[in-house]
């Protein structure tokens, strides 16, 4: 994905730099953490992040106007539909094909023509196909095509009375992103951080080791968006970076409100901070 947006977007990026994103990107997204604790926990994540980056690396290949390639966007939906297969928060991401492809439907009308009808059709297919089966798979397990079983969980964390409560929020996006790291005079360092809270109810929490953006000095170039917008809309790319951004900040709080703060859970918006980055 990282080669493709350096080939088709800024073709002056050098190979050293490119390998320095490629880098920092595969080895502090979070993907490193799952590698390290492969359990039934982490491989659903690390699949679905697996499926996003592939649906976003076919989509982009594919909205190239000059062939807009059917294969390429049917590929795409496809690995996106099985992303939210695997992880039903990764829905968020599927939102990226709006900057994606708004051009090429809205902009350019082809959504009024026959050819722009079908490719749409193309991009719809594998999502009605992998959600019919996993809706029936629901069924035939829980009685309900809507039910995805989370509630049998046997676990310290009741997901059936958790809902949505605003004053979680805070809290994980500070833990999530912004928390500062610990250091000691003794081997390895960096301590996990006490987090302390002031919410009334259950938090749910692993040891952290601070916040994503803090401790990693290359998302910091996420805050000089301003600065290159011009340049990003020039190559078409603003909407996608504020799509990302929109994404990764609401996939930090629906983290936060569906199970709590936990070390594996970085490694579901991770990815997407970085691509932002990388843009």
């Not at 959504?111 to 059709?121: F, S």
């Amino acid at each position: 994905l990282l080669g493709l947006i350096c080939e088709k977007y800024f073709r002056k990026t050098s190979v050293g730099a490119y390998l320095l994103l490629s880098l920092a990107t595969v080895n502090c997204c979070g993907a490193m953490f799952l590698v390290k604790r492969p359990d039934f926990y982490s491989l659903p994540i690390i699949c679905s992040m697996a499926f996003v980056v592939w649906g976003i690396f076919l989509w982009l290949k594919g909205r190239d106007t000059t062939k807009f390639s059917g294969t390429h966007l049917f590929l795409g939906s496809l690995c996106c539909a099985l992303a939210v297969g695997c992880r039903p928060q990764s829905v968020l991401m599927c939102a990226v094909a709006i900057p994606i492809f708004f051009g090429y439907f809205i902009k350019e009308k082809n959504i009024l023509n026959k050819k722009g009808i079908k490719k749409l059709i193309v991009l719809a297919v594998p999502f009605v196909i992998v959600a019919g089966g996993i809706m029936y798979y629901n069924f035939i397990r829980f009685n309900s095509p809507f039910d995805f079983g989370s509630g049998y969980n046997l676990t310290t964390n009741d997901v059936t009375k958790r809902g949505f409560d605003i004053g979680r929020t805070g809290l994980g996006l500070f833990t999530y992103l912004f928390q500062t790291p610990v250091f000691s005079a003794t081997f390895p360092y960096i301590r996990n951080v006490n987090i302390e809270n002031a919410y009334i109810g259950k938090t749910i929490f692993e040891y952290c080791f601070g916040g994503l953006i803090t401790c990693t000095p290359v998302l910091w170039s996420v805050f000089a968006t301003p600065k290159v917008r011009n340049t990003l809309k020039e190559k078409k790319l603003y909407s996608l970076v504020i799509a990302l951004a929109l994404i990764g900040f609401a996939m930090v709080i629906a983290d936060t409100q569906a199970g709590g703060l936990l070390q594996r859970y970085y490694s579901d918006f991770g990815y997407i901070f970085f691509i932002w980055a990388v843009l």
